[in-house]
């Protein structure tokens, strides 16, 4: 059974919302970034990281 597209997440970016890179050289700020970034994604569509199905990196 798929999932209907207009519920599907797809955020990928390590910048802020204002769109401002985050931790220049520093790939732990920027992974921090993507994950909060993903979260606020998430929470928009009403939905967690327990309701992910997969995650590619």
Known sequence: MGTP?????RPASRSTRRGALVGRGDPYAQAR???????????????GFDDVVKLTY
């Open 33 to 47: 970034q993507v994950f909060e970034n993903l979260r606020r994604c998430l929470a928009s569509a009403g939905a």
């Open 5 to 9: 597209a207009d519920r599907r997440v």
